[in-house]
């Protein structure tokens, strides 16, 4: 299979070894500790009742879908280094946009995927309609894009520069 850019997940080397990390953890060790807590809540008896077994078979699901979003995300991995401190826009980058050229009324956030950070940071998808148009446009320059419901939005790149977690 040929991979777009589309179905790419731009990864820096220390994301994708966290991301493989959490996943073998997932895949081993987490797999048989549920499995015993699957059991020892089945030895209690009555399942239709049993709490214990429903959270357990509950966290379990959560695991197994996490599992296969990760795999799913490393499958699709490129792993490169962080972008360049050029001021032109490109997925790694923390960036600052103002719309319709008011500096007053400005937004920041990653283009990135959004496994790439665990905090309250904006993420945008350098896919997303914004992504998209702003991947490649330097400090100073503009780019209209399409809202969902159709209007055009215009961004004026304020700032872009590496993300360093």
């Known amino acids: 299979m040929t991979q777009t850019s589309d179905d790419v ?3 820096t080397q220390d994301h994708y070894n966290k991301l493989k990390a959490e996943l ?5 060790p987490w797999r048989i500790e549920i499995a015993q807590k699957i059991e020892a809540a089945r030895e209690e008896g009555d399942l239709k009742e049993n709490a214990g077994y429903h959270a ?4 379990q699901g959560k695991g197994e879908a996490r599992i296969r979003q990760l795999t799913q995300i490393l499958e699709r991995a490129k792993v490169g280094e962080a ?3 050029s001021g032109v826009v490109a997925p790694g980058m923390l960036v600052k946009v103002a719309f319709d050229g008011d500096l007053d009324d400005t937004m920041e956030f990653l283009l990135a995927s959004r496994e790439v950070v665990d905090g309250g940071l904006d993420v945008y998808s350098p896919q997303s309609p914004l ?3 702003i991947t490649g446009k ?3 320059e503009d780019a209209t894009y399409e809202l969902p419901n159709g209007r055009k939005a215009t961004v004026k790149i304020v700032d872009a520069k590496p993300f360093t977690g």
């Not at 357990?56 to 966290?59: L, R, V």
């Open 9 to 11: 997940t731009w990864l």
């Open 24 to 28: 073998e953890q997932l895949s081993g």
């Open 56 to 59: 357990a078979k509950d966290d």
């Open 83 to 85: 972008p360049a401190d």
């Open 131 to 133: 992504g998209r148009a």
């Open 138 to 140: 330097a400090v100073g």
